[in-house]
């Protein structure tokens, strides 16, 4: 590890309010010469405009895309060139702040880049605040007691995974609805589940929603969305 290379920083700037970032985020985003963050090709990136009030102005910008592989070593080498340009600006010497929204080691896209380039240049991590963290405080539901189970379930899962993992949880954030709803909202009904259930889209976002979850329009459920099922216990 070369000691006249830049620092890499994943910056986790929180699920969507610019007011959620941390101070130590702030401070290190701004003093970064350099600030990178990931995008859907032909979209803005949803990271850079929840810090966007925060730029200076002066600062190199990168943006790169992380398509979703479903095959894992097809991704392998497309994440590898993804992150060549940032690798450039931390071989120069120069710091670089990347983007992501959440936390950048729960579910998010900084771990790609964390596996390929910790172990080269020196590398902090700062905290986010995550989405189901988020999306509990947005409507009101503690969401786990004593030695309650919570758990984190990807909607993309099959439905006898799903139906295995929420019967094994006390608690649940269900994560990445999207084209899934239906699917989900399936299981939960078979289980018996789905009065505890509830459904939030871009929870502290501008356009934030929460809508009982018999009334949510499959065609329009967003990939930032989740279904939230706190504990039974209400102590």
Request: hydrophobic fraction near 45%; aromatic fraction near 8%.
């Amino acid at each position: 590890m070369s000691t006249t290379a830049g620092r890499l920083y994943g910056i986790g700037v929180g699920p969507g309010d610019p007011e959620l970032l941390t101070l130590k985020a702030l401070r290190l985003l701004r003093n970064a010469p350099v600030v990178a963050y990931q995008s859907a090709e032909n979209r803005p990136s949803v990271a850079r405009s929840i810090v966007a009030e925060y730029l200076p102005g002066n600062q190199i910008e990168v943006l790169f895309h992380l398509p979703r592989a479903t095959d894992p070593s097809e991704a392998q080498p497309i994440y590898d060139k993804m992150v060549e340009p940032i690798a450039e600006h931390l071989g120069a010497g120069r710091d670089v702040a990347v983007l992501c929204e959440g936390d950048p080691l729960f579910y998010g896209s900084f771990m790609y880049l964390f596996t390929r380039l910790a172990n080269q240049f020196e590398t902090q991590v700062v905290p986010g605040i995550c989405s189901p963290m988020a999306s509990a405080s947005v409507l009101g539901l503690p969401l786990s007691y004593r030695n309650d189970i919570f758990s984190v379930i990807p909607a993309p899962l099959p439905a006898e995974i799903l139906t295995a993992q929420l019967l094994n949880a006390d608690a649940a954030a269900i994560i990445k609805l999207g084209q899934h709803f239906v699917k989900v909202r399936d299981v939960l009904h078979d289980l018996g589940l789905a009065s505890r259930s509830h459904y939030i889209e871009r929870a502290t976002m501008a356009k934030q929603r929460i809508v009982p979850l018999h009334e949510v329009d499959p065609t329009t459920v967003p990939y930032f969305s989740m279904i939230l099922m706190p504990s039974k216990y209400q102590l």
